[in-house]
């Protein structure tokens, strides 16, 4: 039987603060330490990765039980593979897809009866009750229209709105959440605000099928194997959003492609996404394995309802910042790391050189010509030692715009460092800052 939503503030914070304590109870046995030898310290790090699988899992499951902000957090997470914590614990994340509990029967009724004063069995020749996928903000059923045109029905959680609410009310408990996974993290109030902001118009199904509009009509003649649903305006509503039926390969299953094909969805993928940034000026921001499905030729683009948009200002900013760290100009790369508060005004000098340094060393695999693989190495392990440097802890965020377009940006690599692809990084990004400036 599913488990009632729970949507007050005073149930919500009371689950996740159990979860918490077991969680942070889970994680304080790291603190202990001894003097030890090479064999017990393999021994201790693999009960450390216990311990952090054990408190990751009791956030992991009040997450899904909540939904909402707090498991947005979780499926953020995500997409990050091991490039932030080990896989074994980004795997539970990724569980958050799967293993949300559903809607009951008569919570599906009421939204529908709420938006159309009908029920689903009288909108849809068949409608399938058992959900095919779980998300933060609502689950997704099959349905058929007719005998030939099979849907994707989108249904909102009832309540989601104010639980919402209530998350975002008690920031201190969705910052402790990061917190226990993450002890160095420095104040993440912007990127929080930006997040509300992206939920609000998750809320809005009528704004995600704007989107998915927008996008399908904006890419089908350059991209025509990029696929986009199409929407039903008239089986649609604020917290219902009925689309195209569309099948596909799910990630993993790529992975057994030959590794042409792997380069070739690479250069397609990596192109597109270039497209939107610097031509519409306007990301699909939920990159999660869950929003993609391939064929050997072509990538299906799912769920539009994390869609960011970038000014002008912005797009030229961010377009500086590369140009300067490909000529490694340090003014330039000061400035604008500045505007786009990264760093302080009163930072030493020596800290904008070591961060160009460092960065115009990631960089370089993606500024040579002709076709190129990501390496293997983890960018974060090349950027221990800097930031070791550094007190995170209490420094402002950057622009929230990032929060977005880095989780964009993950998901890309993410993808392409799984396929191993062998891509072309030059053409299609300085084609992309050409059209920008012309436009």
Excluded at 121 to 131: A, M, V
């Amino acid at each position: 039987m599913a488990k009632k939503f729970v949507s007050h503030k005073f149930g919500r914070f009371a689950k996740l603060g159990r979860s918490l304590t077991k969680a942070t109870g889970h994680l304080a046995l790291d603190k202990l330490g001894s003097t030890i030898d090479k064999a017990a310290k393999k021994k201790k790090e693999v009960e450390d990765l216990h311990r952090k699988a054990l408190a990751a899992k009791e956030v992991v499951k009040s997450m899904g039980e909540l939904k909402g902000a707090l498991m947005k957090l979780g499926q953020m997470l995500s997409i990050t593979e091991d490039l932030i914590l080990p896989p074994e614990i980004t795997q539970l994340f990724r569980e958050l897809q799967k293993n949300a509990p559903p809607m009951r029967r008569e919570e599906i009724e009421s939204v529908f009866q709420k938006s159309f004063s009908k029920g689903p069995d009288e909108l849809y020749q068949r409608f399938n009750w058992e959900p095919i996928a779980a998300a933060s903000i609502g689950q997704v059923h099959e349905a058929w229209i007719d005998d030939n045109t099979k849907v994707a029905v989108k249904v909102q959680y009832p309540k989601i709105v104010q639980a919402i609410k209530n998350d975002f009310d008690n920031l201190e408990a969705l910052k402790k959440v990061v917190a226990v996974l993450f002890p160095r993290v420095p104040n993440i109030d912007s990127y929080l605000i930006e997040l509300k902001r992206s939920l609000a118009q998750e809320c809005d199904y009528r704004q995600e099928k704007e989107a998915v509009d927008f996008f399908r009509e904006k890419s089908q003649e350059r991209f025509p194997n990029i696929l986009i649903p199409k929407t039903y305006g008239e089986l649609s509503s604020e917290t219902i959003l009925t689309l195209e039926f569309m099948e596909g390969h799910d990630f993993i299953e790529t992975k057994k492609y030959a590794q042409e094909r792997r380069d070739e969805l690479g250069q397609l993928l990596y192109d597109f996404h270039n497209f939107c940034f610097y031509e519409l000026g306007r990301l699909h921001t939920d990159p999660q394995y869950g929003n993609y499905l391939f064929k050997e030729d072509k990538i299906i683009v799912l769920d539009f309802g994390s869609v960011r948009s970038f000014d002008r200002d912005f797009v030229a900013d961010y377009i500086e910042l590369l140009q300067s760290i490909e000529a490694k100009d340090l003014t330039r790369y000061r400035r604008v790391l500045l505007s786009f508060g990264f760093f302080d005004e009163d930072d030493p000098d020596q800290l904008f050189s070591d961060h160009l340094e460092m960065v115009h060393d990631l960089y370089r695999p993606y500024i040579r010509q002709g076709k190129n693989a990501i390496p293997g190495v983890n960018p974060l392990d090349l950027v221990k030692g800097f930031v070791d440097k550094i007190d995170l802890k209490g420094r402002k965020s950057p622009r929230e715009e990032f929060l977005l377009l880095d989780r964009a940006h993950l998901g890309l690599y993410t993808k392409l460092r799984g396929w191993q692809a062998a891509i072309d990084w030059v053409t299609t990004k300085e084609e992309g800052w050409r059209l920008y400036e012309e436009n």
